[in-house]
């Protein structure tokens, strides 16, 4: 069974920084696309990044293109998602998730989420 287990989520001023990390386990992560999510308070769940197998391919929401960063190591079976110059609208849960191989974002498994908090 893949487990996915994030970290790096907390409390930032507007402008600021912040790194999320995805460690994943019980699965092939070499060869599965990866993606981030998020949730606002009283909002459905919305894409935010996907990165291909190898890293080389990645896709934003057009909210975030420019901010925000997807990588991988698939060495240490983690993905990371780079936020930077955070607006208050960025506040969410962010959930990594273990993308369906040919699709954009059907995601199979989901981590337990991490709150993202930005302050204006």
């Known amino acids: 069974q893949v487990q996915l287990v994030e970290s790096g989520g907390g409390l930032v001023q507007a402008g600021g920084s912040l790194r999320l990390s995805c460690a994943a386990s019980?699965?092939?992560?070499?060869?599965?696309?990866m993606g981030w999510f998020r949730q606002a308070p009283g909002k459905e769940r919305e894409f935010v990044a996907r990165i291909n197998w190898s890293g080389i391919t990645t896709d934003y929401s057009e909210s975030v293109k420019g901010r925000f960063t997807i990588s991988r190591d698939n060495a240490k079976n983690t993905v990371y998602l780079q936020m930077d110059s955070l607006r208050p609208e960025d506040t969410a849960v962010y959930y990594c998730?273990?993308?369906?191989?040919?699709?954009?974002?059907?995601?199979?498994?989901w981590g337990q989420g991490t709150q993202v908090t930005v302050s204006s």
């Open positions: 019980g699965g092939t992560f070499s060869t599965s696309p």
């Open positions: 998730a273990w993308i369906k191989g040919g699709t954009r974002y059907e995601a199979v498994y």
